[in-house]
């Protein structure tokens, strides 16, 4: 589907979707330029300071996407034939076609969290000792906000409380906080609190924040430069990369309270659909700006169920067989909210009528 197809649309299916903002076209305009693989890129320096600053770390790096900065993030905390915890839905596990192995050379152990947090008893009963038998386990992933359980929040104390597993057996921590200002906001408390019992993470400005590119890795000064020499053997290395750090710096500056908006148009959604006969989801995940239902109750597939919601102009997203994804957005207003539950309970009505299908 092009831009113009799906402009006329309400699009839930993800806040990737987003548009950058005038103000960021202007910025990407007259941003200073230079090549950023001699680091003489001004607007990335920029951008990178004021994300190491913000996530109170010593250093970051920008790439083009989540999935190349967990793989750049999963390579410079890890090596070959190593083991890695992390959640068992995970984006990593699941979404990125298992670069960690195919890539990076590391075995994957996946452990079942509750609404997306594991526990930090099953996470040590997990770790492999490195041993002539096994790939000893070096790290632990976590998500935040958490995608598939919902755009759930761990919150910083059971980030703490997996810190100190990890401590306690030698583990660096890594966070995939693609939406942690997402978390953050839900919660009310400053980034920081999310990033200070972690080594590392990375974050998304092609989310909710707007950008329409890049992903940004925070660490250590050491990390960081091992992190560099990753990006640059994945081909992430990246010439006037200030085009794309340009909008980035507004996300940083001006982008983050407006998520709230999100959160309480996911809300208004998940409130509006729970109340519909054959849709179910769980309110208690509902704590940011996605909601994840079943279509279980109504007998349709999720696949049939999209379709007929695109024929009236509602896009969304297949989780599994019978499991929808919506993602609010800066594109999404309530009114936008409102249209799509009729035309999802007129959607529901006809599979309603016309029996199982
Ligand atoms: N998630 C996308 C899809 O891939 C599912 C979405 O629409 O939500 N970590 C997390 C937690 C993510 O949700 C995503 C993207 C990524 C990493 C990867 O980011 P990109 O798409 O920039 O490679």
Same mark, same amino acid.
């Given at each position: 589907?092009?831009?113009?197809?799906?402009?006329?649309?309400?699009?839930?299916?993800?806040?990737?979707?987003?548009?950058?903002?005038?103000?960021?076209?202007?910025?990407?305009?007259?941003?200073?330029?230079?090549?950023?693989?001699?680091?003489?890129?001004?607007?990335?320096?920029?951008?990178?300071?004021? =994300?190491?600053?913000?996530?109170?770390?010593? =250093?970051?790096?920008?790439?083009?996407?989540?999935?190349?900065?967990?793989?750049?993030?999963?390579?410079?905390?890890?090596?070959?034939?190593?083991?890695?915890?992390?959640?068992?839905?995970?984006?990593?596990?699941?979404?990125?076609?298992?670069?960690?192995?195919?890539?990076?050379?590391?075995?994957?152990?996946?452990?079942?969290?509750?609404?997306?947090?594991?526990?930090?008893?099953?996470?040590?009963?997990?770790?492999?000792? =490195?041993?002539?038998?096994?790939?000893?386990?070096?790290?632990?992933?976590?998500?935040?906000?958490?995608?598939?359980?919902?755009?759930?929040?761990?919150?910083?104390?059971?980030?703490?409380?997996?810190?100190?597993?990890?401590?306690?057996?030698?583990?660096?921590?890594?966070?995939?906080?693609?939406?942690?200002?997402?978390?953050?906001?839900?919660?009310?408390?400053?980034?920081?609190?999310?990033?200070?019992?972690?080594?590392?993470?990375?974050?998304?400005?092609?989310?909710?924040?707007?950008?329409?590119?890049?992903?940004?890795?925070?660490?250590?000064?050491?990390?960081?430069?091992?992190?560099?020499?990753?990006?640059?053997?994945?081909?992430?290395?990246?010439?006037?990369?200030?085009?794309? =750090?340009?909008?980035?710096?507004?996300?940083?500056?001006?982008?983050?309270?407006?998520?709230?908006?999100?959160?309480?148009?996911?809300?208004?959604?998940?409130?509006?659909?729970?109340?519909?006969?054959?849709?179910?989801?769980?309110?208690?995940?509902?704590?940011?700006?996605?909601?994840?239902?079943?279509?279980?109750?109504?007998?349709?597939?999720?696949?049939?169920?999209?379709?007929?919601?695109?024929?009236?102009?509602?896009?969304?997203?297949?989780?599994?067989?019978?499991?929808?994804?919506?993602?609010?957005?800066?594109?999404?207003?309530?009114?936008?909210?409102?249209?799509?539950?009729?035309?999802?309970?007129?959607?529901?009505?006809?599979?309603?009528?016309?029996?199982?299908?």
């Amino acid at each position: 589907m092009d831009g113009d197809e799906t402009s006329s649309y309400i699009d839930l299916r993800s806040d990737t979707v987003t548009l950058p903002t005038e103000e960021m076209l202007e910025a990407i305009r007259n941003a200073k330029l230079g090549d950023d693989v001699y680091r003489e890129d001004p607007t990335v320096n920029q951008l990178e300071e004021l =994300a190491a600053e913000k996530m109170g770390k010593e =250093a970051a790096l920008l790439v083009p996407s989540g999935t190349m900065a967990n793989l750049v993030a999963v390579m410079a905390n890890t090596r070959r034939g190593e083991s890695a915890i992390l959640e068992a839905e995970s984006h990593i596990y699941w979404y990125e076609l298992g670069g960690i192995s195919a890539v990076a050379g590391v075995l994957p152990i996946p452990v079942k969290g509750e609404m997306g947090v594991m526990d930090p008893h099953d996470i040590e009963a997990a770790i492999k000792p =490195a041993s002539l038998h096994h790939a000893g386990t070096t790290l632990v992933c976590i998500e935040n906000t958490h995608n598939l359980a919902g755009g759930t929040v761990v919150t910083p104390s059971q980030i703490r409380a997996i810190s100190e597993v990890a401590k306690d057996h030698d583990l660096r921590l890594y966070m995939d906080g693609a939406r942690i200002f997402n978390a953050a906001v839900a919660l009310k408390v400053d980034v920081k609190e999310f990033t200070r019992h972690v080594d590392n993470l990375m974050f998304s400005l092609s989310k909710g924040l707007s950008c329409p590119v890049g992903s940004i890795v925070v660490g250590s000064e050491a990390f960081i430069e091992k992190a560099r020499r990753i990006r640059k053997m994945l081909g992430g290395g990246m010439r006037q990369a200030g085009i794309i =750090a340009a909008p980035g710096i507004i996300a940083l500056e001006r982008m983050i309270d407006r998520l709230e908006e999100d959160h309480k148009n996911a809300r208004l959604l998940a409130e509006g659909l729970a109340k519909i006969d054959g849709i179910s989801l769980d309110l208690r995940t509902v704590q940011t700006n996605i909601v994840i239902c079943s279509l279980d109750g109504l007998g349709a597939s999720a696949e049939m169920f999209i379709e007929k919601l695109k024929a009236r102009g509602v896009l969304v997203s297949r989780m599994c067989k019978t499991r929808i994804r919506f993602v609010t957005h800066r594109g999404i207003e309530r009114r936008h909210i409102e249209r799509a539950l009729s035309i999802i309970g007129e959607v529901v009505g006809e599979i309603r009528r016309r029996g199982r299908v």
